[in-house]
């Protein structure tokens, strides 16, 4: 059986955009897994993707002149909690 590579065109564009970061190395690892077991790398490039546009949000809501003292709590457990606290759990039980 041949190994197939996972083709896409936008990612190939991605990857010249974000080619020296973390996002850069998750599309590579995609595009250079077997097509038919990318999807793995596919989920890591996506909550890489989430993480950085948390990451942005925050710190510029951090910037803002009205800031919550509710949200900052909120972000201090965030930031010292294990991320587990806010997954919703399993689809069954």
Partial sequence: MENTFLQSES?????????????????????????????????????????NIAALGIAYYLRSKNQKEVYNDFLIQLFTSSGHDYNAGPLYR
């Fill in 11 to 51: 990612l190939l564009k991605a990857l010249k955009l974000y080619s020296d970061s973390r996002i850069g190395e998750k599309i590579n690892a995609a595009l250079t897994e077997d097509e038919q077991y990318a999807a793995d790398e596919i989920v890591e490039l996506a909550e890489e993707t989430l993480a």
